[in-house]
């Protein structure tokens, strides 16, 4: 088997497929979880703690002086507690995704269990009869 073969089953397995869409998805949902943090939940929290907003939080380890164009060496934590509370939104909305898709399948599965067997054919009934009468003789 060639190497271009064997990477084309490789890539057009289910799984690598499901892969692939749950990434591109994931990358697509960033920019809305993002929004949603920083433009709705944190500026009510940032009210809630004087104010602020939790971007701007730093703590300065050397100021920076404009006269010599020193920068300014500070740690950003009010970026990090950002992320944070980004991921824990995205990991929420990801658990509640599966937990709706499992409830789904169950529902399926349940479906599928209580359906009764469809009907056979006319003729296989037809059959059933004259085997049926031909063990009587």
């Known amino acids: 088997m060639s190497m271009v073969q064997e990477f084309k089953e490789f890539a057009m397995r289910?799984?690598?497929?499901?892969?692939?869409?749950?990434?591109?998805?994931?990358?697509?949902?960033g920019p809305i979880?993002?929004?949603?943090?920083?433009?709705?939940?944190?500026?009510?929290?940032?009210?809630?703690?004087?104010?602020?907003?939790?971007?701007?939080?730093?703590a300065v380890l050397k100021a920076?002086?404009?006269?010599?164009?020193?920068?300014?060496?500070?740690?950003?934590?009010g970026l990090f507690v950002n992320a944070l509370i980004n991921f824990a939104i995205t990991a929420f909305a990801i658990f509640m995704l599966v937990k709706a898709m499992n409830e789904m399948k169950k529902r399926m599965d349940k479906e599928k269990a209580a359906a009764p067997p469809p009907a056979p054919p006319a003729s296989e009934v037809y059959l059933k009869e004259i085997r049926d009468a031909l063990v009587k003789r």
């Open 14 to 29: 289910g799984n690598v497929v499901d892969l692939a869409v749950g990434v591109i998805m994931g990358a697509a949902f």
């Open 33 to 58: 979880v993002t929004t949603l943090v920083e433009k709705i939940i944190m500026p009510p929290i940032g009210l809630i703690v004087g104010g602020a907003d939790f971007s701007g939080y730093k």
């Open 64 to 77: 920076g002086n404009e006269a010599t164009k020193t920068p300014e060496v500070a740690i950003g934590y």
